[in-house]
């Protein structure tokens, strides 16, 4: 009995040992896994270019693409994801108060300049009364939107609207503007049904757009160039884990401005 005893405590205990083993090796394999959630382009396309730098410290990249702006936040908030980079500080914010997610800011990893882009009418002089303007229906794409059709001249804002800018905030609006607010992704397959719009430059790029044939572009100097860098994000309380650390150290490398630069014409630039 006690032999039997004896033995059914030994096998208990190396059982014990194997689990332990087993879920330590496990957890040291996540632990080097880096799964980011992306917009296709430029940020997922900057991450692949990225993966072997860090490989050669031990990490594999995971890239995980996404076509809209909640997915990705509400997968980092349920931590299904590492990080996601796809987004800029004011949206993480406003994103964060509207539902009550956790998500950080960390560090700015390049500027998309936000360009205006012909529809039904081709030139900004020619628009007529009453032509419609498809802009981004989130809030702070929205005011980003109002501030560059501004800048043209076309509208005029409440003095204090800054990048809190909405539709009700339009002061002045001379050529009596229909604005279209629709979803940021699906604006450039809008173009058809509109006079001009208003288009992030990543969604621009993917329908074959560039700033150089843009109707208008933001102005380095803008208050929107300022703001509008996109970021890396993360769930509150991962701001220092390693292979963070590593993938920031990745991304704010001199390799990858020159990468920005050479492959996006000017529709992306570098913020670092």
Do not use: W
Not at 128 to 157: C, H, K, M
Not at 221 to 238: C, M, Q
């Amino acid at each position: 009995m006690k032999r039997t005893l004896i033995s059914k405590a030994v096998a208990a205990a190396l059982s014990a040992a194997l689990v332990l083993a087993s879920l330590t090796g496990c957890a040291g394999t996540e632990d080097k896994t880096i799964t980011v959630g992306a917009s296709p382009t430029p940020h997922a396309e900057i991450l692949n270019y990225i993966a072997e730098d860090l490989a050669e410290q031990g990490y594999t990249l995971e890239v995980v693409e996404y076509n809209d702006y909640v997915l990705p936040n509400e997968a980092l908030e349920n931590e299904e994801i590492d990080a996601n980079y796809f987004q800029h500080t004011p949206y993480l914010e406003n994103f964060n108060e509207e539902n009550g997610t956790h998500l950080a800011a960390l560090s700015s990893i390049h500027y998309e300049p936000f360009g205006l882009y012909a529809g039904k009418t081709e030139n900004l002089d020619k628009l007529e009364n009453g032509a419609s303007v498809a802009i981004p229906n989130d809030t702070t794409n929205e005011a980003r939107a109002l501030l560059l059709l501004e800048q043209e001249g076309l509208i005029t804002l409440k003095e204090d609207a800054g990048i809190t800018a909405t539709v009700a905030d339009i002061e002045e609006n001379p050529k009596n503007l229909e604005i279209v607010e629709l979803e940021a992704a699906q604006i450039p397959r809008s173009l058809d049904d509109v006079d001009i719009a208003a288009i992030n430059s990543n969604y621009a790029i993917e329908a074959g757009l560039s700033t150089d044939n843009a109707l208008a572009v933001e102005a380095a100097e803008s208050l929107a160039a300022e703001t509008y860098a996109n970021i890396i994000a993360v769930k509150e309380g991962h701001e220092n884990d390693e292979k963070i650390k590593a993938l920031e150290e990745a991304l704010l490398s001199d390799k990858v401005r020159t990468f920005i630069e050479e492959n996006y014409d000017g529709a992306v630039l570098p913020s670092f």
